[in-house]
């Protein structure tokens, strides 16, 4: 029988049916693997069976939760990282060689940024940055040494939204793979391969880990590029050392499961909270995808569907007034972070982009004046109260 995708990220069958018929995965602590004879052993170590063989770079448990991943995006194959950023590394690092560029945009994660343009340049692979809101710049930048071009979803903290099938068919056009981060949105909610993605990174430390649990990040492969999908399985899995830990596939199996339930509420609480900081005395302006006046709207439901994420930004008057309000709130929590089960705050210029110069980040649109919200579990009548009491501080 066809299942849903919530019947799906419950009950997608184990590869191996296990010895005690255990209904959760179990944990396989375990670092090496028996084997019942020479050949059986040669084929496990030379990727001509899928029976594991050292946990480094294949593991039961990280197995499992890679195929309800990919049972749940139609993926060809899916690998699982230590990070979100490990993920994005492996990606790029197989795509990417010496004399290649990127074709990307400034609006992007500061750890990204400085990833392509600064590790990747010492190894001679260029960024070319560009606006990706814009089909005929980005073409203009794209060439034959193009070896993909690379976007965030929705960027952070800009809440930007690039019209991905317009990068898709430049990306054909040229015949190199669009590379998209759609951590904003669980891969759950669209069908990324639809709308022309051909390789998913996502940090599934976020939303699929359960609140915050784990660390940990997937590629999600379409099989467009079998040459970079056997780098990617190969050389990233086995020479970066980087491969997701049992521990962690176990809890991020856990949190697949309820992943749809937790969304509903906190893209719910999202749009309840931004609309009602719209209307906030002292709040200058809030970025939210899923609010009517929002320039990208309209694209973003086309795109990602009706519900807008649980990342929410609004702006005051100046450094001083983010500082003050984030030193007022009571309930919410001054964390990085996003898409905990607690609500969590922070002041991206200061923080995730303060070791960047002031130039680079107004060349990024990160503002001194902007706020950064990540909304969980909780009532969403406290999470705003929280928020209005300390923008009322502010402003008194």
């Known amino acids: 029988m066809e299942m849903k995708k919530e019947t799906k990220a419950i009950n997608t069958p184990y590869q191996r049916r296990d010895a005690y018929d255990a209904l959760q995965m179990p944990v396989y602590h375990a670092l090496a693997f028996e084997f019942d004879n020479a050949d059986v052993m040669a084929d496990a170590f030379c990727g001509r069976t899928n029976a594991p063989d050292y946990s480094r770079v294949l593991n039961p448990t990280v197995t499992h939760f890679e195929e309800r991943v990919a049972a749940l995006t139609g993926a060809k194959e899916v690998s699982a990282f230590s990070s979100g950023m490990a993920a994005i590394s492996a990606m790029l690092i ?36 560009c606006d990706l809101t814009n089909p005929k710049e ?3 930048q794209v060439d034959s040494n193009t070896c993909c071009i690379y976007l965030e979803s929705i960027t952070n903290p800009q809440l930007e939204v690039a019209d991905v099938r317009e990068l898709a068919k430049i990306a054909k056009s040229f015949g190199i793979p669009l ?6 949105v669980p ?13 998913q990174v ?19 492969d379409y099989g467009h590029f ?15 050392g980087a491969y997701m830990t049992p521990h962690v596939a176990y809890m991020q199996t856990l949190g697949l499961e309820t992943l749809k339930v937790r969304y509903d509420r906190q893209a719910a609480s999202a749009l309840e909270i931004a609309r009602r900081l719209s209307s906030l005395p002292g709040v200058v302006k809030v970025g939210y995808p899923g609010l009517e006046n929002n320039p990208y709207r309209k694209l973003y439901r086309e795109l990602y569907g009706e519900q807008g994420g649980a990342m929410v930004t609004f702006d005051l008057a100046d450094e001083e007034q983010c ?4 030193n007022s709130l009571q309930m919410v929590h001054r964390a990085t972070n996003l898409f905990d089960n607690r609500s969590l705050a922070i002041h991206p210029a200061s923080t995730i982009f303060g070791p960047l110069s002031p130039e680079t ?18 009532d969403p009548e406290d999470i705003y109260a929280d928020l209005e009491q300390a923008i009322k501080r502010v402003v008194e």
């Open 361 to 378: 980040r107004r060349a990024m649109d990160v503002d001194d004046t902007t706020i950064r919200l990540s909304i969980g579990l909780e």
């Open 187 to 199: 891969f759950t909610q669209f069908d990324a391969q639809a709308i022309g993605i051909d390789f």
């Open 138 to 140: 980005v073409e203009s």
């Open 202 to 220: 996502v940090s599934t430390t976020k939303y699929v880990s359960g609140g915050a649990t784990s660390l940990g990040g997937v590629i999600i």
């Open 94 to 129: 197989s795509t990417a060689r010496a004399g290649k560029n990127i074709v990307s945009s400034r609006h992007m994660f500061g750890n990204t940024f400085l990833l392509l343009t600064q590790t990747l340049d010492r190894f001679d692979v260029k960024a070319r940055l």
């Open 226 to 240: 079998p040459e970079i999908s056997k780098l990617i399985k190969k050389d990233s899995v086995f020479n970066l």
């Open 179 to 184: 590379i998209a981060d759609t951590t904003v």
């Open 323 to 326: 500082k003050t309000f984030i």
